[in-house]
């Protein structure tokens, strides 16, 4: 919800959280939400009549346009893990403070597209297992815009900076396009739970992991759905 995302202090000035186009599910017994999120600050503007009068507006601007998503993941972390690729603007996240330690992988490759910090290193070091970097690979290769990650708890939460919103139909796109757009950003999410939890194992560790906490307080449509019988159910003929 708005309160939870405001905690998480991941974004400079956030005065305003707004989303909407909300979809609840569960693949694989892996719990997720994801909406379309924009992020506002508040700032004010002084101006000047012809007769010298003055006047203090109110203004907002948007630092963050994009998908949010929020899934579990094995395992609990006692501090907070934030990875960053270096072309998600730095003015969108708040630039970790004191108590926090920069942290950088043995790959070359990993620390030029990706920053990471954590409260405790030895949480990055338990986040960023083989599979953790190739899911991120995973994303960033398959994504058109930048990408940010935040790790607490029990819970993975992603920004994904996007130029269209996950039920936008625009007067350019059918109706058809529009739906093979929305399988495209859902196999997304659903192709980085297979390399997480279900690539080459025999029992993946996945089963029923959720998070401590739903994103979907107030953030405008569901859709629960169980995704494990494919991504065409529920979207329409």
């Known amino acids: 919800d708005q309160e939870a995302l405001a905690k998480l202090g991941f974004f400079r000035k956030a005065?305003?959280?707004?989303?909407?186009?909300?979809?609840?599910?569960?693949?694989?017994?892996?719990?997720?939400?994801?909406?379309?999120?924009?992020v506002s600050e508040r700032y004010h503007v002084v101006e000047?009549?012809?007769?010298?009068?003055?006047?203090?507006?109110?203004?907002?601007?948007?630092?963050?346009?994009?998908?949010?998503?929020?899934?579990?993941?094995?395992?609990?972390?006692?501090g907070a893990v934030r990875i960053v690729r270096r072309d998600f603007?730095?003015?969108?996240?708040?630039?970790?403070?004191?108590?926090?330690?920069?942290?950088?992988?043995?790959l070359d490759e990993f620390n030029r597209r990706f920053e990471v910090h954590a409260k405790k290193p030895v949480d990055a070091m338990a986040i960023l297992t083989p599979q953790m970097i190739e899911g991120l690979f995973f994303f960033c290769n398959a994504l058109d815009g930048p990408s940010a990650?935040?790790?607490?708890g029990n819970t993975m939460y992603a920004f994904m900076q996007l130029g269209h919103e996950s039920f936008d139909v625009s007067h350019q796109r059918t109706l058809l396009e529009e739906r093979e757009?929305?399988?495209?950003?859902?196999?997304?999410?659903?192709?980085?739970?297979?390399i997480m939890y279900f690539k080459a194992q025999a029992e993946p560790?996945?089963?029923?992991?959720?998070?401590?906490?739903?994103?979907?307080g107030g953030m405008g449509?569901?859709?629960?759905?169980?995704?494990?019988?494919?991504?065409?159910?529920?979207?329409?003929?």
């Open 15 to 38: 005065d305003r959280f707004s989303g909407n186009d909300l979809i609840v599910a569960d693949y694989k017994g892996v719990h997720f939400s994801q909406c379309d999120m924009s």
């Open 48 to 78: 000047k009549d012809e007769d010298g009068h003055t006047r203090t507006r109110t203004l907002w601007r948007d630092i963050f346009k994009g998908r949010a998503i929020q899934c579990a993941f094995a395992g609990r972390l006692e």
């Open 89 to 106: 603007d730095a003015a969108r996240a708040a630039a970790p403070g004191e108590g926090w330690h920069r942290v950088e992988t043995e």
């Open 149 to 152: 990650f935040h790790f607490h």
């Open 181 to 194: 757009r929305l399988e495209r950003d859902i196999a997304l999410i659903t192709g980085f739970f297979d």
């Open 205 to 216: 560790d996945a089963h029923d992991l959720r998070p401590d906490q739903d994103m979907g």
């Open 221 to 237: 449509r569901s859709a629960g759905s169980d995704m494990d019988q494919g991504m065409g159910g529920g979207m329409g003929n």
